[in-house]
């Protein structure tokens, strides 16, 4: 049994920052492949970044310069750092946890099995 709990999210300018966290509990998602979904209103919810157990960091194009992925096994949290914020970024954000596997399953939300509450975020022209 597992928790994923997400804050940090807001309004913000374009240009400007945020930093989401993602607290897990119920037990150690240290050896798991942690990873960021965004849904914006009408559309399909979709990757943005995941970290494996060994650090592994992999993004979508669509934010790629602009966001990091990063974890800390003993706080038992993953972190998402957005700079450089585009109106476009404007979503629901999700944190996910899956079970390790093949690089090939990290772009898919089906491949995870834990998922927090979501975070808003609204990023204004």
């Known amino acids: 049994q597992g928790q994923l709990v997400e804050s940090g999210g807001g309004l913000v300018q374009a240009g400007g920052f945020l930093r989401l966290s993602c607290a897990a509990s119920g037990r150690s998602f240290s050896s798991d492949t942690m990873g960021w979904f965004r849904q914006a209103p009408g559309k399909e919810r979709e990757f943005v970044a995941a970290i494996n157990w060994s650090g592994g960091t992999y993004s979508a194009d669509s934010v790629k310069g602009r966001f990091t992925i990063s974890r800390d096994n003993a706080k038992n949290t993953v972190y998402l750092q957005m700079n450089n914020l585009k109106p476009e970024d404007t979503a629901v954000y999700y944190c996910?946890?899956?079970?390790?596997?093949?690089?090939?399953?990290?772009?898919?939300?089906?491949?995870?099995?834990?998922w927090g509450q979501g975070t808003q975020v609204t990023v204004s022209s």
């Open positions: 996910a946890a899956a079970r390790s596997g093949p690089v090939s399953t990290y772009y898919y939300s089906r491949s995870y099995n834990y």
